[in-house]
């Protein structure tokens, strides 16, 4: 079972919808949580950080984490276009351990449509 | 500020062939990582260096790959002899040292797509 699961879509919407991506993960370890954002034939590009648990809210882009449920959230309101990319979330661990290595899920490939 | 930079962009060897990536971090970063994604698949932690010293090499999948980060600047990751499954993108990344989201911002470079005939 892998660590970190993220539906690969592809998820197609209209554009100025309302889209929700997720992930799950199995790890109770992980702490720090990141939405990245990879246009094709580009690096990802971080997107949202969240420590812990909560939410997190940038412009048009909300972050959610639910610890107690494993579960992680990126909510993108009125979607334009220029969305249209692959999102990545990714986590890794805390304390000592916590050298930065992150775990990604496969991404979730997301097209808005004008 | 320049990004994180990655050379070359594609490669096209041939199995048995040796390839040699290179990743320039952003200055001053003193943590370096190398991902790799293959055809599929989710991209994985292949190691870590916190300057010159290998903090964690845990991903590496086995012997044919080294990975160097003389004088802590820039790092290659050499495969040496290449196989099929070694095509995919290979990703840097690299971060300030620190806690918490000092260092695990990372920064992201464009990848070299490695293709293995």
């Known amino acids: 079972q892998k660590e970190v699961e993220q539906d690969p879509g592809p998820l197609s919407v209209p554009e100025g919808a309302i889209v929700s991506l997720n992930c799950t993960y199995s790890?109770?370890?992980?702490?720090?949580f990141m939405w990245y954002r990879q246009y094709s034939r580009k690096g990802p590009e971080l997107l949202m950080y969240?420590?812990?648990?909560g939410n997190k809210e940038d412009g048009r882009f909300t972050a959610q984490v639910d610890k107690s449920s494993k579960y992680i959230s990126l909510f993108i309101r009125d979607s334009q276009p220029s969305d249209s990319a692959t999102y990545l979330c990714a986590m890794s661990g805390r304390g000592g351990g916590n050298t930065g290595k992150l775990i990604f899920g496969q991404g979730t490939t997301l097209q808005v449509k004008p | 500020e320049a990004g994180v930079t990655q050379f070359p962009s594609h490669s096209v060897i041939e199995k048995g062939q040796t390839v040699t990536l290179r990743c320039d971090p952003i200055?001053?970063?003193?943590?370096l990582y190398w991902y790799r994604r293959v055809m599929g698949k989710e991209i994985k932690f292949l190691l870590h260096f916190v300057k010159e010293s290998k903090q964690d090499e845990s991903g590496m999948p086995n012997n044919r790959f080294l990975a160097e980060r003389t004088g802590g600047t820039y790092s290659t990751l050499k495969v040496q002899p290449a196989e099929l499954e070694d095509s995919g993108v290979y990703f840097c990344?690299?971060?300030?040292?620190?806690?918490?989201?000092?260092?695990?911002?990372?920064?992201f470079g464009p990848g070299t797509r490695l293709t293995v005939l």
């Open positions: 990344a690299s971060s300030q040292v620190g806690t918490g989201r000092r260092k695990n911002e990372q920064f």
């Open positions: 790890n109770s370890a992980f702490q720090y």
């Open positions: 200055s001053g970063h003193d943590n």
């Open positions: 969240t420590y812990s648990s």
